[in-house]
């Protein structure tokens, strides 16, 4: 069901895109359109990853760090049937995470400092398999490319003072109510997509680590640590919020028309709620969970935060 509505979103962010590219410059204006999101997305599809990784300073996790970060990453790759990703870490001490890349073989795995600092290893895996279910379901090739939609559309309305066939067909008033209410709906289409994807992710990566309450766990830490500590790059660069996790730059408490990511809460509700149905666990608390569970990092010895 996921899969169907984002489809539907992106067919109206789509639509959209061409629909103002008509009111500017008529049909020839559409199809220009056409041809102006298809070479920005594909600029995009390229360079996505470096631009994302560059805006926010991460560094390479090189295989046998002190942290076990990248020995924890390719267990549970290999147990989401996924290539090995890179593994990235951003020095700020908001505790957050995010996957960008292409496809699951162009693809990167970004934790921040904080979040070594404040979680434990289990909450970690439900982290990272969150992150590879959106690597695996192509998550982060679709909102990529909504984000370049938005863009586009932006720009275009903006463009719309110029072209004297966007006044003839609106005139002055229809044309600069275009110039806001057209970024705004792709705003909205953007954040939507994110939204239904969020929730397939939790779901998926719940599946990969075998326990929704360790994920669960790490959003209620994360979504307390978002919201009280600032991540700079983020706010800098607030195109790539909804890639996160949880929201860098601000928390929403509902599941508002303009919010990039669900409520915790309500991520967190159906994480418990699928760990009693599948009867993960009895008491439905963390302190029961074995440590064979987690992910091995074959014969490495546990070192750094969670030895």
């Not at 090739?141 to 903006?158: D, H, K, P, R």
């Not at 990039?260 to 418990?272: D, K």
Request: contains cysteine; hydrophobic residues 50%.
């Amino acid at each position: 069901m996921g899969y169907v509505k984002t489809a539907m979103l992106m067919a109206a962010m789509t639509a959209l895109f061409m629909g103002v590219g008509y009111l500017i410059s008529g049909s020839g204006g559409a199809l220009i359109a056409l041809v102006v999101a298809a070479a920005m997305n594909a600029f995009t599809w390229w360079n996505s990853d470096r631009m994302v990784l560059r805006m926010h300073n991460a560094q390479p996790v090189m295989p046998g760090d002190r942290m076990g970060l990248h020995a924890l990453t390719m267990d549970l790759a290999q147990k989401a049937g996924l290539p090995p990703p890179a593994v990235y870490l951003i020095d700020t001490p908001q505790p957050n995470a995010f996957a960008t890349g292409r496809n699951p073989a162009n693809a990167a795995v970004v934790v921040t400092t904080g979040l070594l600092r404040n979680i434990t290893r289990e909450e970690l895996a439900g982290v990272i398999a969150h992150e590879l279910a959106h690597i695996r379901n192509h998550d982060t090739a679709i909102m990529t490319v909504t984000a370049t939609f938005a863009g586009a559309i932006s720009m275009l309305a903006n463009f719309a003072l110029f072209f004297g066939g966007s006044r003839e067909r609106l005139g002055l008033v229809g044309t600069l109510l275009m110039m806001f209410l057209a970024p705004m709906a792709a705003a909205l289409v953007q954040m939507a997509i994110s939204r239904t994807r969020e929730y397939a992710a939790d779901k998926a990566g719940a599946e990969i680590c075998g326990q929704p309450l360790w994920l669960a766990s790490a959003l209620e830490k994360i979504a307390m640590g978002a919201a009280r500590i600032d991540n700079h790059a983020a706010e800098r660069n607030p195109g790539t919020a909804h890639m996160f996790i949880i929201n860098p730059l601000h928390a929403h408490k509902h599941d508002s028309l303009f919010a990039t990511h669900p409520a915790t809460e309500n991520r967190v509700a159906a994480l418990r709620f699928m760990a009693t149905a599948d009867r993960t666990v009895s008491d439905g608390s963390l302190t029961s969970l074995s440590a064979s569970r987690i992910p091995t990092t074959r014969n490495r010895r546990r070192t750094g935060p969670w030895a």
